[in-house]
């Protein structure tokens, strides 16, 4: 970390006491994680007071079996062709609640008059569906990304003037980037003849994770083997 981004994380540690917590940065810039309730005051005098005028990215994120491998293995199978892998349900009763750090929105800032860069996480708590307030009035290039989030993730932006699916169609069902949403869909496409039109059924395709049936070591750089190659 340079010492302009020292500087910087000063003024915002002396300016939020509270509601604002830095984050361990591997790029050597700044992460700040804010409470949820506080995420419209704490916007606005980044903009107004540390001048990052420029929103330049929203992105939704699934911690959803984060830092949990889905399967491990170090051996191959040697009957059938892969196992399965069991999934929670796509999408959940109404009464259910998501984990209170399962999902959260990322802010990508720039200072353009001070050369820097700025990051604010804030995790939607354990509303379903996960709901934030919207930053549109703040930064209006949020428009968009607000909705990708929405699309992609189901994260409801309070206050949007618009939030309607901006990639799928709108007949889609789930949101794709979910980390328990299937590879295959829930719904899938066909032609209805007595319809006379293409319609939706439910997919057909079982979803899973395949595991390969040979593990070898790779020995392409083997000294040896690469040496006769050469010779050749």
């Known amino acids: 970390m340079n010492d302009k981004y020292e500087t910087l994380a000063a003024r915002i540690d002396a300016r939020f006491t509270s509601n604002v917590v830095r984050v361990p940065s591997t790029c050597r810039e700044l992460t700040y994680e804010v409470e949820r309730n506080a995420l419209l005051e704490v916007a606005e ?21 984060y830092g949990t491998a889905e399967w491990v293995t170090e051996q191959a199978t040697d009957s059938g062709f892969s196992r399965g892998v069991m999934r929670e349900p796509v999408i959940l009763d109404e009464s259910d609640v998501f984990e209170p750090r399962r999902f959260a929105v990322v802010y990508h800032l720039l200072s353009i008059q001070n050369n820097a860069r700025l990051r604010l996480r804030v995790f ?5 569906p996960p709901v934030i307030k919207s930053v549109v009035h703040i930064w209006n290039s949020a428009n968009w990304f607000e909705r990708e989030a929405f699309d992609m993730y189901g994260i409801l932006f309070e206050g949007h003037p618009d939030l309607r699916r901006v990639l799928t169609d709108y007949g889609f069902i789930g949101h794709p980037f979910r980390k328990d949403f299937p590879l295959s869909g829930n719904v899938e496409v066909h032609y209805d003849a007595e319809k006379g039109r293409v319609a939706y059924q439910p997919v057909s395709i079982e979803p899973r994770t395949l595991v390969p049936k040979v593990i070898r070591d790779d020995n392409r750089y083997n000294p040896d083997i690469k040496d006769v190659a050469t010779d050749g």
Request: with cysteine; proline share 0%; charged share 25%.
């Open 45 to 65: 005098a980044i903009r107004d007071e540390f001048g990052f005028e420029q929103l330049i990215d929203v992105c939704g994120v699934d911690y959803l079996t």
């Open 124 to 128: 939607t708590g354990e509303n379903n």
